[in-house]
């Protein structure tokens, strides 16, 4: 069956969450993700949105994260300092879901600018919650389409810390959560041997070459390479029919 | 007791100053556009603005010459693209300049924290291996008295003024609000005075009736305004949804300072109050009127 490289990506990373587990979920790519897990292989994930809703079980895309078909039927409603302090500082989320403009070596991600800070060449929409996230959910999935420019050696900006420079680094920095698990492009995945970004899965069609050409630096291949599962037909049913029908992100 | 009550365009005139740091709050849910439009038409200047997310309301501030000064965490139009508007200002100075002052949504709510409980900072774990400490003075760190550890720390926020909107608000100004609350009553607590604006003026009865829906006191509200649909592109639960056709037409509207401006003209100078507002939009606000979904009631007796 056909299918888009969103639809793949979004069926990737929906395949790495575990039932029961809590995942802070960001917008997007990500949101499909979670709720596709979510009428699939696990039921009981629990949705927490930086907006405040927890246990969210929308019954449509929500378009923005702060949806009031987030709080309609969700288990609870709260304030952003209780989801920050509380469930995420509080050590409660299994999962932090995130995006880059750009994604390193290291696996830092950049929502600020690109350029120089001061006199961006483009200036970006900043961290929201992206930055806490990334240093204290417990693991971090990230999606993001691969192309050369937004996958330099370095970051123009770390607004959400990786590895930041080595795989020591997180601990010697005291930051609670592990950091990512892997980043999913649309030309394979990606998971992280000492800190470093290493391509453990490439996408039917796509190939290392490809991989090389849209990466900024000599990018690590894993010595058994896999080839990702493609997308299954309910799998895609469900994504086109009931979480994006008016095909905003597909 | 004599009523706070009063029309949105005395609020705006006597509580907010040119050269004053402003927040307008609600994280999606209950930004109240119709305070934004009424301090445009005032022509107000040189205004701080804090909020989270600018969104679309700060967009327009900006984009009006209201602001010199931005305090945000996340500047983007929701599932839509860029803030065009926001990056003229910044990358052209058009109409004019605007500082940036910029943290995480954490850095932002721990801001308002420490400024409603008259603190002198907040600490946080966080910003450890992130550029932003590096770009932001503002964002240093300080070592637990206790553990010895180090942790962040951000100043608190005390804005000159807060507008706060609400579900419904009795005319003192005690307002209950549910659904999303983002950082409403940070900044409120946070803010020198608090203008207040409902969908539903009623009596302190119903107030009465239902206390923990109270999030802000009137005893830190200096103005009550009564203005329904006052949140349109935004939502109120169970009032009116979020115009998710507007915010992505936005784009187009505000891409280039032509459109924006002839924007700013038809639905902004060129109107004198929100019901003028409500009215001209006609169907495109009726449609996004909220179906019902009660909650079950609670026993408050002893």
Known sequence: MEYTPNELMVSQAARQLRNGEVVFVGIGLPNMACNLARRLHAPDLVLVYESGAVGARPDRLPISIGDPALVTNSLSVCSMFDIFSYYLQGGLIDVGFLQGAQVDRFGNLNTTVIGDYFHPSVRLPGSGGACEIAILARRVLVIAPQSRRSFPERVDFITSPGFVDGPQTRSRLKMPGQGPAMIITDLGCYEFQQGEMTLTSLHPGSSIEQVRGATGWPIRVAKELETTEPPAAEEIRIIREELDPAHLYI | ?302
Request: aromatic share 10%; with cysteine.
């Open chain 2, 1 to 302: 007791m004599q009523t706070k009550l009063m029309p949105m365009n005395e609020a705006i005139s006597r509580f907010v100053n040119d050269g004053d740091t402003i927040v307008i709050e609600g994280f999606t849910h209950l930004i109240c556009f119709a305070a934004a439009h009424e301090i445009i038409r005032q022509r107000r200047r040189d205004l701080t603005l804090c909020r989270l997310t600018p969104d679309l309301i700060y967009d327009q501030l900006i984009g009006a010459g209201c602001a010199r000064k931005l305090i945000f965490s996340w500047a983007g139009n929701p599932g839509a693209g860029p803030l065009y508007a926001l990056r003229r200002a910044v990358e052209q100075a058009r109409p004019r300049s605007l500082e940036l002052e910029e943290y995480s949504h954490y850095g932002m709510v721990a801001r308002f924290t420490a400024g409603a409980a008259k603190l002198p900072f907040y600490p946080l774990r966080n910003y450890m291996g992130s550029d932003l400490p590096g770009v932001n003075p503002n964002i240093k760190t300080v070592v637990c008295p206790f553990t010895h550890e180090e942790l962040a720390a951000v100043p608190p926020l005390n804005p000159d003024i807060a507008v706060i909107h609400a579900q419904r608000a009795d005319e003192q100004g005690n307002a209950q609000i549910w659904g999303l609350l983002g950082v409403q009553k940070e900044a409120a607590f946070a803010a020198r005075n608090v203008i207040v604006v409902a969908e539903e003026i009623v009596g302190e009865k119903v107030i009465r009736s239902d206390p923990n829906r109270t999030l802000v006191p009137a005893l830190i509200v200096k103005a009550v305004v009564h203005e329904p649909f006052a949140c349109h592109p935004s939502y109120a639960q169970g009032h009116y949804d979020r115009d998710n056709d507007f915010y992505l037409r936005w784009r187009e509207v505000s891409r280039s300072e032509s459109s924006f401006n002839a924007y700013l003209d038809e639905w902004v100078y060129k109107v004198k109050d929100r019901a003028e507002y409500v009215m001209r939009m006609g169907e495109q606000i009726a449609r996004l009127r909220a179906r019902q979904q009660m909650c079950g009631p609670v026993n408050y007796g002893y």
